[in-house]
């Protein structure tokens, strides 16, 4: 946990691109970032006409059920505040082992990659409440 | 009677046969490279089969020595042990079974106990006699120790075949683009569905592939954790972004599932491969439209 502070003490970076916001995580995801992440997604949604996250996994190799809830958590409440999340890009590894610990992440919406995300927020209805559930 | 040796150390059958198999070390490598088992094995030059003959009585000679004659795991045995695995190896290839081979080994033993009565012409009847045994359980146990041999080695063959088979039934096939599909054939044990469930992943990824179909035709029946399996590979699928549809369910099979209580609401599924892929080309937005209305068609 605290092995390398400068890493623990970065920031994810949460970019918009029109109305949606883009997160993209690398490596290893610490208490106290996963919590601001969580604060900053909330603000910036209610700040701007957020109807979209998208957030990309590609970087992350290894998982456990912290990252599964933090995810879980991001969406749920995105979902309050009328945005669908996205998580793109998981690494095969990674699936296998949220399989495995029982985390299938039944609320969550995933793509293959960040461009299929975007197609997939773009094509649905916008503003509205998450359509095709599956 | 061999009063000399009797002053100079003491006569134990087992020292006794330990130190007629280094007297004779080469007359016996040189006739068992005479019986069928070495000769068969070394057919290119028969210098190699006294080589393996000499090498073979030395560590008779340390088994015999160290007393532990009935010991498979002695010290000596352990020395050959690889040499035995080629020598058994190079038999079973021709199709040998284990219970032959041992019998060819049981064929070293005739001219060793021969050597060894010419060996000792001074001894009693009844050290001779003890001898003798001795000798012919050391081979006894090397008997042993070659059928153990090529029994691991028949088990390391069966494991390598079991995981090659293992990965020659799970092929995932692309079926269009973005549409893969594994037509799973056999039952479906937890290392297995681990297996589909890593190829089908990597192939999710490397075709960005959308759906991806798992034919369950070949699999010849479904319990509680076959189902289970399926439901783990259906959710790390969804987990990677693409969808997964179930397919090849036979009438039997889906009453075993509702009968069994299984729930596998949240998976798509379709009783057959077309159906399936039917479904995934319409998911995509592909039309299959049939050529040339009204013209006569090719079938």
Same mark, same amino acid.
């Given at each position: 946990m605290n092995h390398d502070l400068s890493l623990s003490s970065a920031h994810v970076p949460v970019l918009r691109l029109g109305d949606v916001l883009l997160i993209t995580l690398q490596g290893d995801l610490h208490d106290g970032t996963a919590e601001q992440l969580q604060r900053d997604i909330a603000e910036q949604i209610?700040?701007?006409?957020?109807?979209?996250?998208?957030?990309?996994?590609?970087?992350?190799?290894?998982?456990?059920?912290?990252?599964?809830?933090?995810?879980?958590?991001?969406?749920?409440?995105?979902?309050?505040?009328?945005?669908?999340?996205?998580?793109?890009?998981m690494r095969p590894a990674v699936a296998i082992t949220l399989v495995e610990l029982g985390l299938s992440l039944p609320g969550l919406r995933t793509a293959l990659s960040t461009e299929a995300a975007l197609g997939m927020l773009a094509t649905a209805s916008p503003g509205g409440p998450r359509r095709e559930p599956r | 009677m061999p009063e000399h040796e009797t002053a100079a150390e003491q006569t134990t059958p087992a020292s006794d046969v330990g130190r007629f198999l280094h007297r004779r070390r080469e007359q016996i490598a040189q006739r068992w490279a005479d019986e069928p088992l070495f000769r068969t094995v070394f057919t290119v030059s028969r210098d190699e089969a006294v080589e393996a003959g000499r090498v073979l009585v030395d560590a008779l000679a340390q088994v015999a020595e160290t007393g532990r004659v009935a010991d498979t795991d002695a010290a000596g045995f352990t020395a050959v042990r690889e040499q035995l695995t080629g020598m058994v190896a190079s038999r079973a290839r021709f199709g040998l079974t284990s219970g032959q081979v041992s019998t060819e080994v049981d064929?070293?033993?005739?001219?060793?106990?021969?050597? =060894?009565?010419?060996? #000792?012409? @001074?001894?009693?009847?009844?050290?001779? /006699?003890?001898?003798?045994? %001795?000798?012919?359980?050391?081979?006894?146990?090397?008997?042993?120790?070659? =059928?153990?041999?090529? #029994?691991? @080695?028949?088990?390391?063959?069966?494991? /390598?075949?079991?995981?090659? %088979?293992?990965?020659?039934?799970?092929?995932?096939?692309?079926?269009?683009?973005?549409?893969?599909?594994?037509?799973?054939?056999g039952t479906l044990d937890s290392a297995r569905s681990q297996v589909v469930m890593e190829t089908l992943l990597e192939s999710v990824v490397d075709q960005q592939a959308r759906f991806a179909i798992l034919d369950i035709t070949g699999v010849p029946m479904v319990d509680s954790l076959v189902a289970q399996h399926l439901m783990k590979t259906v959710a790390a699928v969804r987990l990677m972004g693409a969808e997964c549809v179930v397919s090849g369910i036979r009438p039997a099979i889906a009453q075993t599932i509702v009968h069994l209580g299984l729930d596998l609401g949240t998976v798509v599924t379709r009783s057959s491969l077309a159906d399936a892929l039917a479904y995934a080309l319409k998911r995509l937005g592909a039309d299959i439209v049939i050529a040339a209305p009204g013209g006569a068609g090719p079938r």
């Open positions: 209610v700040r701007s006409p957020v109807t979209g996250v998208v957030i990309d996994i590609s970087g992350v190799e290894i998982v456990d059920s912290f990252l599964g809830r933090v995810l879980a958590e991001i969406a749920a409440s995105s979902r309050l505040l009328a945005a669908q999340t996205v998580v793109a890009g | 064929g070293l033993r005739p001219p060793a106990v021969t050597l =060894l009565a010419a060996d #000792l012409p @001074e001894a009693t009847p009844e050290h001779l /006699r003890e001898c003798t045994t %001795l000798l012919t359980v050391l081979m006894g146990t090397l008997r042993l120790v070659v =059928l153990e041999t090529s #029994l691991s @080695e028949g088990q390391a063959l069966i494991d /390598r075949q079991q995981l090659e %088979l293992m990965e020659a039934t799970t092929p995932v096939i692309r079926l269009w683009d973005g549409i893969v599909a594994v037509p799973l054939i």
